[in-house]
């Protein structure tokens, strides 16, 4: 049975093209930089995100932390926000991996304050501090929601004041720019270093990428190889990576459209507590007056009608639109959310 997936766009599989363009690709020992597929992404990547360099590394927090790892001495502090994918969804790494402290500041909406941000900032020699060494921020939010801009610039420049590097989480970075309608350019300038997952919305099978300036990836190439990322004939998986960014990226609408469909019919639904103006990208987070024990029947009774879904979250769900979801599975979705809550009522 094929399943209808809104888990995540993380369980998008390759497309025909990427299939074929892996069968054909060019590879070599990547370790040497030999391998000219490799090399052919790192050089797109670079140019999209307006970076002198870029790295391919296998997953999104590889890349995250390797960005750490490589920008921060131990013992040094990191400013983000409480609600980053750095701080809650990857395992403790900054304290493992770079070994550093993470100063977090709570957001609203995704959003910090860039006064909050200043006040973070440690000041002076008092030996008591520990080092202020990287600023993060994270568009499109995981949330669902996409940073203004002015938000970053601000934050940006006073990282600059500072003299301190900022890392963008740009995991879905074209669904942000997607949202903006602008290029990735706009984004990316008001960051030192990015990381970009080619496995989300774009399709790839595996990979993410970590861009910079020259010496900053050339740091991160040796900081790679000791986190047992320096992969061999990596060619394979970058070949899917550039179809992911020269023919995916202008999908991602279609996404963001479906997205908006399925919030707009789940609106409609009574026992249901939606934000429309919260659907920036792909992602649809709601409310459901559920019980407990509704909020496990509710992922088998989907999973019986051809539906893979995550269990709510307290209360709260995503539903994740992708490439591999059209608009009459968005229709059967909703239907299917309807029949659940009035079996239940
Ligand atoms: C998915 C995601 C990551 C991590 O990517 P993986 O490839 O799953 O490790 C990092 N940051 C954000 C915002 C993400 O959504």
């Known amino acids: 049975m094929n399943y209808i997936d809104v888990r995540s766009d993380t369980v998008t599989e390759p497309t025909k093209a990427m299939r074929d363009a892996m069968y054909i690709a060019k590879v070599g020992d990547d370790v040497y930089e030999d391998d000219p597929s490799v090399k052919e992404l790192e050089l797109l990547a670079a140019t999209i995100t307006g970076k002198e360099a870029a790295l391919f590394v296998p997953s999104g927090t590889f890349g995250n932390q390797l960005a750490l790892f490589t920008h921060c001495k131990r013992g040094s502090e990191v400013i983000l926000s409480d609600s980053s994918h750095i701080v809650v969804h990857e395992v403790g790494a900054a304290s493992v991996i770079a070994g550093v402290q993470l100063r977090t500041i709570d957001s609203i909406d995704g959003i910090i304050s860039p006064a909050d941000v200043l006040k973070r900032i440690r000041k002076g020699n008092d030996i008591h501090f520990p080092e202020t060494s990287l600023i993060c921020m994270e568009n499109a939010h995981s949330n669902g929601r996409v940073i203004p801009l002015s938000n970053m610039s601000e934050i940006y420049s006073i990282a600059k ?185």
């Open 161 to 345: 004041e500072y003299n301190l590097p900022v890392h963008l989480d740009g995991a879905r970075l074209f669904n942000a720019s997607t949202y903006l309608n602008k290029d990735p350019k706009e984004i990316t300038k008001y960051c030192d270093s990015v990381m970009f997952c080619l496995s989300k919305g774009l399709c790839a099978p595996v990979g993410s990428i970590l861009a910079g300036d020259k010496d900053f990836i050339r740091k991160a190439r040796k900081n790679r190889k000791l986190m047992g990322g320096g992969l061999r004939q990596s060619g394979f998986l970058a070949a899917a990576g550039i179809v992911a960014l020269n023919d995916m990226v202008q999908n991602l609408k279609y996404d963001h459209e479906n997205a908006k469909l399925l919030a707009q019919e789940l609106s409609k639904i009574p026992q249901i507590k939606i934000n429309l103006k919260d659907v920036h990208i792909n992602m649809v987070f709601f409310e459901i007056d559920l019980d407990d024990n509704k909020s496990e029947e509710i992922v088998g009774f989907f999973y019986e009608n051809g539906i893979k879904i995550n269990p709510p979250e307290d209360g709260e769900m995503r539903f994740v639109t992708n490439y591999w979801v059209d608009k009459n599975d968005i229709e059967k979705i909703v239907s299917t959310l309807k029949s659940f809550i009035n079996r239940h009522r």
